[in-house]
């Protein structure tokens, strides 16, 4: 975000809870605020950021997490001239409920794997005995893989659902859901809706992630084609009347027709990848922020690989923990003309500030590699 909008000629200035923030390193960082946790203080929060932005007369707000909920419902505790380009609140609240947002989309036309919703123990027993695994028990609302587990066998379900009833402390009513597994290949598309309507979007296959069996955070991927996926994706955010930045993961079934099993209403992890392949998404959310009318149109190059270097780092260090000596071992094969989400050699110390921020945070949560913050699965 920072080195993409530096680029344009905007002034840039950021904002983390966290001292470490890779951004605030940057040599295209303008300025940094030290701000509170938004999941922990979300007032406060909120509040930072008003005072942040009159100080530094920032007018485009950015928010590239969770937050973006907060700013949706509080807007007007922002100053009066800030520009933001957010959904509105019901359309938010259903893309990033799994279980909400299925029956709009498929009903547009775009392909879910089989949801069912689980009321009752007795229920999930009786479902149990119906289901081809493998499955995948999901919470409704999280971040990253936390809340998501893979089950392959029957006996196994009950306990894994629970278990993350019990690690959440989820009500009845925000219990997980149960989705039929798909083995296929692993992509996803990013893009940015003006108003409803689609004004850039950027594909990309996944070919590693931290987990094992491509699951979790992508560290490894490569930019494609494909034109079926981006139609079924425009007619899914189109049906939620989008507007501002958006990700989605994908998952083709063994015929090859790709499924959408999650959508994530802010900017994505991954997002240096379309944008290192011309397809420069925090540029083209910006303006649309601004109101720009006639926003040129971008294309992304294909078959750009890009990695995230701690990424795979950590993914190491999950493979050794559990005894995949040969899977940590291949992600220190090199990658020809490979690019990097996190190494810029014209701007390189956002690169150590990442790796010193996930090392005290690996740390405190005695050796986590995916630490929970309160409030971010639920």
Excluded at 23 to 36: A, E, V
Excluded at 142 to 155: F, P, S, Y
Excluded at 288 to 296: D, K, N, P, R, T
Excluded at 346 to 354: K, R, T, V, Y
Aim: hydrophobic share 40%; proline share 6%; aromatic share 10%.
């Amino acid at each position: 975000m920072v080195r993409s909008l530096a680029a344009r000629g905007v002034e840039v200035h950021v904002g983390d809870s966290s001292r470490l923030a890779m951004s605030r390193f940057s040599r295209y960082c303008k300025s940094f605020t030290r701000l509170p946790d938004f999941f922990l203080e979300p007032d406060a929060y909120i509040d930072a950021v008003n005072r942040a932005m009159q100080k530094t007369g920032a007018r485009v707000l950015l928010p590239c997490f969770e937050d973006v909920e907060l700013f949706i419902r509080h807007r007007e505790r922002l100053p009066q001239d800030a520009l933001l380009a957010v959904p509105a609140l019901n359309d938010w609240a259903v893309a990033e409920d799994k279980l909400d947002y299925v029956e709009r989309v498929a009903a547009a036309g775009c392909p879910v794997p089989a949801t069912w919703r689980i009321e009752s123990r007795e229920q999930l027993r009786e479902l149990t005995r119906q289901l081809e695994f493998p499955v995948v028990v999901k919470v409704r609302m999280g971040n990253g893989a936390r809340g998501v587990e893979i089950v392959e066998q029957a006996d196994k379900l009950e306990a894994t659902f629970f278990g993350i009833v019990d690690t959440y402390d989820l009500p009845q009513s925000r219990w997980p859901i149960v989705q039929q597994g798909l083995n296929g290949k692993k992509y996803k598309l990013d893009g940015v809706f003006d108003r409803g309507k689609c004004v850039g979007t950027g594909t990309y296959r996944i070919l590693r992630c931290k987990g094992a069996g491509r699951f979790g955070t992508s560290t490894y991927r490569i930019t494609d084609e494909f034109p079926e996926l981006t139609e079924y994706c425009i007619r899914a955010l189109e049906a939620l009347n989008w507007h501002g930045i958006f990700n989605t993961d994908w998952i083709c079934s063994a015929e090859g027709l790709p499924h959408l099993i999650d959508i994530n209403g802010r900017l994505s992890g991954g997002v240096a990848v379309p944008t290192l392949a011309g397809m420069d998404l925090p540029w083209l959310w910006y303006q649309v922020a601004v109101g720009v009318q006639e926003i040129m149109p971008i294309q992304q190059t294909p078959d750009v690989r890009v990695r995230w270097l701690l990424g795979d780092a950590i993914g190491m260090v999950e493979h050794l923990k559990t005894g995949k000596v040969r899977e940590a071992v291949a992600i220190l094969r090199p990658i020809p003309g490979c690019r990097h989400d996190d190494l810029s050699w014209s701007d390189p110390f956002p690169l150590f500030g990442e790796a010193a921020d996930y090392f005290w945070k690996f740390a405190r949560s005695r050796g986590s590699t995916r630490p929970d913050i309160a409030g971010m699965v639920r």
